[in-house]
């Protein structure tokens, strides 16, 4: 298949230009190991320069493709750090990383691209379970206790959440447990216990407690303040969120008279950020938590042109155009897999005059342009902004407008 070689290209072109460049801009023990950054031996602006002509090869065709966007700082940028616990053969407890492509946990230390204070506190806790005689958690066996820590930090405001994912609602000696943790940083401002007793590969259970604090903390974007759980879907690279937000509202053309829907929406993001411009929003998402927190937002920023429903997005827009429903642009976010045929079917339904469509895979990207072009829509402008330096991914904001509209 096209899509196949092309993938294959791109990363044997990095290969290829890692092997020409003999000398290491940057050195991490684990680097080869963890899989994690696949241009960590390249200088950062020839990744640049290698995922622009990815995004100009595969999108080029259907629309101009501006020049990408890249970092000032483009180290320890991950607001969010999700550790695996384990042990070795020797008994020695591990927290670290999946070797790519396996359940293999590599331990790490300290990571390049991962908040450093966020690290500090990941190797506080593995040092401490020890003494309070806390297993990790078995994926052969199913014993153990600790299997996860997840921890985010909120980039403006400096609130740090800790989450401890464990096998079992029994936590013993917890309290004296939290204290110790405080005691080593008591910068952390909330501690959340979530409870994971299934034999899965998902990181988080459904179930939770908090143990200090408010069991949320919040950071400031575009100059409004958001709420983050556990469980919330929020840009781990909150700078260059920033600009990608403030492209999409740009490309978006906002009067103040639009209706607009924010379709994958999240806690709200990017809907709240163009309730500043737009007459009306409509957010859909299908995570219940992230919804709580999206209203809650909503509230706390004062912001009364917003609503938000729990729903499928495609489903939710076929009722919405079924019921005369109107939207002049639609902002859409979708996973790395891009977006489903009846979320497409969908927008050929409801017809709105604009859609920005931010993708984190330029491939699914390009597929979907192909799809929405059957549908009536072209591609007008691309931005690729570089969210995750040192890695092979590219994000992108991609603005589609309905042949014959301006």
């Known amino acids: 298949m096209e899509k196949g070689k092309k993938k294959e290209n791109f990363e044997s072109r990095g290969k290829t230009e890692q092997k020409s460049d003999r000398k290491n801009t940057v050195s991490c023990q684990n680097f080869k190991k963890c899989g994690g950054c696949k241009y960590l031996n390249l200088p950062y602006d020839k990744q640049l320069k290698i995922k622009q002509r990815m995004v100009q090869e595969l999108i080029g065709k259907y629309c101009k493709v501006n020049p990408i966007k890249g970092m000032k700082q483009p180290f320890h940028y991950r607001n969010k750090v999700h550790a695996v616990f384990d042990r070795d053969s020797r008994g020695n407890i591990l927290s670290g990383i999946y070797k790519e492509g396996t359940h293999q946990v590599i331990s790490i230390d300290s990571c390049l691209l991962e908040d450093e204070t966020a690290d500090r506190i990941i190797l506080t806790i593995r040092g401490m379970l020890k003494s309070f005689k806390i297993k990790t958690y078995d994926e052969d066996s199913g014993y153990g206790l600790l299997r996860h820590v997840l921890i985010r930090r909120g980039f403006a405001t400096g609130q740090i959440m800790v989450v401890l994912v464990t096998g079992s609602p029994i936590f013993p000696s917890k309290n004296n447990f939290v204290k110790a943790l405080l005691k080593e940083h ?221």
């Not at 983050?228 to 906002?254: C, D, H, R, W």
């Not at 497409?344 to 597929?367: D, F, G, M, Q, W």
């Not at 591609?379 to 994000?395: S, Y």
Request: hydrophobic share 35%; proline share 3%.
């Open 186 to 406: 008591p910068e952390i401002t909330t501690i959340v216990q979530n409870i994971n007793e299934k034999r899965t590969s998902m990181v988080l259970g459904e179930r939770e407690q908090v143990m200090y604090g408010r069991g949320y903390i919040e950071d400031r974007l575009c100059g409004l303040t958001f709420r983050i759980s556990s469980k919330s879907f929020y840009q781990v690279n909150p700078v260059q969120t920033e600009y990608l937000y403030k492209k999409a509202m740009e490309l978006a053309g906002l009067t103040g008279k639009e209706t607009v829907i924010d379709a994958y929406c999240g806690i709200g993001t990017i809907g709240m950020t163009a309730a500043l411009k737009a007459r009306r929003i409509i957010g859909v998402e299908l995570n219940k938590d992230a919804v709580k927190d999206a209203i809650v937002n909503a509230k706390n920023n004062h912001l009364e042109n917003i609503e938000f429903y729990c729903n499928d997005a495609g489903k939710f827009m076929e009722d919405y155009a079924a019921n005369n429903g109107k939207a002049d642009v639609v902002f859409m976010d979708p996973p790395r897999s891009g977006s489903s045929e009846s979320f497409i079917h969908a927008l050929s339904i409801l017809k709105p005059e604009r859609i920005v469509y931010i993708s984190c895979n330029p491939e699914t990207l390009a597929r979907d342009l192909e799809l929405l072009g059957k549908e009536g829509y072209k591609a007008v402008e691309c931005q690729p902004v570089d969210m995750f330096g040192w890695t092979e991914h590219v994000e992108s904001v991609c603005l589609l407008s309905k042949r014959g509209v301006k």
